[in-house]
């Protein structure tokens, strides 16, 4: 073993009891170690090298059908009480849970080898930085733990002989019997055996049964978002679903921006526009997770603790966003992607036309002209290191993070909320954080088309605690700094519609021209309007893009009155829902939001 942590070694030994490995490998990061897990899939069968010419190192992976996304429903948060975990989160008891899953995993690892994966979220010894050790049976796992986090031996190094970590056990659940291979499948448990829990109290990640994604990159929501947040009201800093973003003007000066947007609202093309304003630059620091922290100026300093991408596939074309397709050219990870004659990768949305036959992501063949099924998973990935976007700001692995100017809040919503928004203060800010979330527009789960299924901060699937004590926190951190170091506030929707639904904002690189006014309004530049919603920019404010009108214009930057009315009644549902644990402040903006609109 390449510790002397005796409470790792405890550990890793107390698992390799429990799992029954075969053999035990300790990661070091290398690209050796890394070429050999992909050898291994490609071995199984699951896993297809791609055309060495068009696309250099990367592979294809096939998960199960029953294996493509992350599974809310299985996802628990087994904190002491229920009440700890919030009405948001599925909750079990902890020592049930641990007796359940502790059945499961005996024995689990049986004619597998265990990978212990020491990761550290964050730049290796950043202050904001934190550590992880990753026990799982999945070689694909390894891989996009390679790419995702940083991982090897130099993270042992800094844990030393006592330092902190989580400790992240994973496994697919699928022991083989004696001389039994997996037959070319990827492996994984049924439905009913999959488990992602989360210990809050233990600061502890038990994942079975799941090969996919956030089920089994634990680093990624369930260390990073569900367990950090945790971590962060404890410890007074904010661990967050956001991207973050570098923003710089003609002059030359720099605001870096953070959003969180419901899923499906494009924070990856967002992390990397391509501004249509001349002269703005937009660098990527991250896309997806937040990590802030207080400086010694006071001010919010951020960091991006992945250090890859792990995107949505279908959709993404140079279109979309020129820069994750230039991020994947080569060395990245796809998952359930079609796949061409030739071996390069094909998915709906990717800007051209399949070049002929392909073989879908379930293994067969596949034409457009006869085509009943998508030929790439709708989930499908693409996992790629993070330095190769061309537009990966110099800075993004500074160990101080970058302080954050502004925070933007979004979702979907073709009416009512205007194209930008300002909110008067932290707290009113908070506030539009708290009831952030996107329109149905297509019957899902029990919601009918039209409501808004809200989001809280995008954090619904992903914060470790009750969701009114999380509102809290965010209040709190009023208090432990000057007013005017705060990051300001903004609620931002790209989606508004006309009646008749056509969309009245194209969105992508023009949204630079809304980046252009919050960042004006940082440095105090840009003129607002006082309205009950809050500051927003005059109609002029904002140049119009190509085939926006005036009166567009004016749709989108102003106050639906009877608009917001119906959203206070649909506001007050959903804060119904965290009973006594709402703060009272926030019912405070609420009814001071309602009667700034009947006076309006
Ligand atoms: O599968 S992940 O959890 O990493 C991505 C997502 O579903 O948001
Ligand atoms: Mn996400």
Redesign the pocket.
Known sequence: MSTKHQKLQQWVNEITDMCQPDAIHWCDGTQAEYDEMIRISINGKYATPLNEQKRPGCVNFNSDVTDV??VENRTYIAAKTKDAAGPTNNWIDPDELKKTMKNLYKGCMKGRTMYVIPFSMGPIGSKIAKIGIEITDSPYVVANMHIMTRVGTKVLEILGDDGEFVPCLHSVGKPLAEGENDGGKWPCAPLDKKYISHFPEERTIWSYGSG???NA?LG??CLALRIASVIARDEGWLAEHMLILKLTNPQGVVKYITAAFP?ACGKTNLAMLVPTVPGWKVETIGDDIAWMKFGEDGRLYAINPEAGF?GVAPGTSDESNKMAMASITKNSIFTNVALTEDKDIWWEGIGYEPPGKLIDWTGNEWEMETATKPAAHPNARFTAPASQCPVIAPEWEDPKGVPISAILFGGRRPSTIPLVNQSRNWIHGVFMGSVAGSEITAAALDLKVGTVRRDPFAMLPFCGYHMGDYFKHWIGMEKKTDTDKLPKIFFVNWFRKTESGKWLWPGYGENSRVLKWVFERCTGEAEAVETPIGFMPTVDAIDRPEGVTAEDMKAMLSVDKDGWIKELHSIKEHYGKFGDHLPKELLEELAALEERLNKA
């Open positions: 996304a992350r996919y994604g956030g990159l990624k929501k899923s792990f």
